[in-house]
């Protein structure tokens, strides 16, 4: 079964950087776009960032110009860099694969496992 493996959560003050990093398999049929979730305590899961295989994006609203995703598709390896964060942004952050350039969960079915990432004010 395919995988996606995160890295590189942790805690941050505000105004910080992180980047979090997915590593995938390699190939997943018929997913081949590559996105950030994140879910914040008590809150439903949302999108942040989509990437094609040929470099489109999409982000959303909350973290326009601040959080940038790119990918390295030879080794299939995601990358969402995240400055100037705030207290809003902690949350457990998710790598998907999925079908189509979009920020809905409905188009994604292979999940990572999370990587936590907390702002302190």
């Known amino acids: 079964q395919a995988q996606l493996v995160e890295s590189g959560g942790g805690s941050v003050q505000a105004g910080g950087s992180l980047r979090l990093v997915c590593t995938g398999p390699g190939y997943i049929h018929g997913n081949s776009y590559r996105a950030w979730f994140r879910q914040g305590p008590q809150k439903d899961r949302e999108g942040v960032a989509v990437i094609g295989y040929g470099g489109s994006t999409i982000y959303a609203d909350s973290v326009k110009g601040r959080f940038t995703v790119s990918r390295d598709n030879v080794k299939d390896i995601t990358y969402l860099q995240m400055n100037n964060l705030e207290p809003e942004d902690t949350a457990m952050y998710y790598c998907?694969?999925?079908?189509?350039?979009?920020?809905?969960?409905?188009?994604?079915?292979?999940w990572g496992q999370g990587a936590q990432v907390t702002v302190s004010s």
């Open positions: 998907a694969a999925g079908r189509a350039l979009s920020l809905n969960t409905m188009y994604y079915s292979v």
